[in-house]
T-cell receptor, first 111, second 118 residues
Framework: ETGVTQSPTHLIKTRGQQVTLRCSSQ?????VSWYQQALGQGPQFIFQ???????GRGNFPPRFSGLQFPNYSSELNVNALELDDSALYLC??????????FGPGTRLTVL | AQSVTQPDIHITVSEGASLELRCNYS??????LFWYVQSPGQGLQLLLK??????LVQGIKGFEAEFKRSQSSFNLRKPSVHWSDAAEYFC????????????????FGQGTILTVHP
């Protein structure tokens, strides 16, 4: 059974650019949640996707958007990057309301 | 809105000593409660969770946690710490849903970094 994978591992962008982060959910999981973890902080919930539909959103601006594909993999897109977007981005997959399994994260640095 | 407070940013213990990490939550009803561990460069691993029932919950790696409604607390304990327990620990809460499980939209505390001395 393959766990949750994320790509890329690290990414460096400049202010104003756009970025796409990818997450492959664990086999059999239809729900993906995305979290932002700033340095020294706990993860913050960005949004959740269930069967290709957004299923709840945290306190993040619209320039944070996402997609979920028919195979339940997911993308997180961030437009107009700001310095404060520098963080570890975690995705977690689950089978609806069951236990979430987290990926290793993508470290985004915005210069 | 729900919130989680982990009062201790950094704790240092000696190997073999007992450990207690504190977690306090704010929520209108009984939330679902979780403890996760994060090693450097790793994602989050679930140690244990409390949904209902027995207020003393056993988890993996010898950890346990006790839910105390009167104190809005969910402290994590381990009787004897191993050097491999050095990591960052996060307490999290979620709203219960009608189906009796978690929505999976967790609110995390700031984390407690555990250092273990030999």
């Amino acid at each position: 059974e393959t766990g949750v994978t994320q790509s890329p591992t690290h990414l460096i962008k400049t202010r104003g650019q756009q970025v796409t982060l990818r997450c492959s959910s664990q086999s059999g999981h239809n729900t993906v949640s995305w979290y932002q973890q700033a340095l020294g902080q706990g993860p913050q919930f960005i949004f959740q996707y269930y069967r290709e539909e957004e299923n709840g959103r945290g306190n993040f601006p619209p320039r944070f958007s996402g997609l979920q594909f028919p195979n339940y993999s997911s993308e997180l897109n961030v437009n107009a990057l700001e310095l404060d977007d520098s963080a570890l981005y975690l995705c977690a997959s689950s089978d609806r309301y069951n236990e979430q399994f987290f990926g290793p994260g993508t470290r985004l640095t915005v210069l | 809105a729900q919130s989680v407070t982990q009062p201790d940013i950094h704790i240092t213990v000696s190997e073999g000593a007992s450990l207690e990490l504190r977690c306090n939550y704010s929520y209108g009803a009984t939330p679902y409660l979780f403890w996760y561990v994060q090693s450097p460069g790793q994602g989050l691993q679930l140690l244990l969770k409390y949904f209902s029932g027995d207020t003393l919950v056993q988890g993996i790696k010898g950890f346990e946690a006790e839910f105390k409604r009167s104190q809005s607390s969910f402290n994590l304990r381990k009787p004897s710490v191993h050097w491999s327990d050095a990591a960052e620990y996060f307490c999290a809460v979620d709203q219960p849903n009608a189906g009796g499980t978690s929505y999976g939209k967790l609110t995390f505390g700031q984390g407690t970094i555990l250092t273990v001395h030999p």
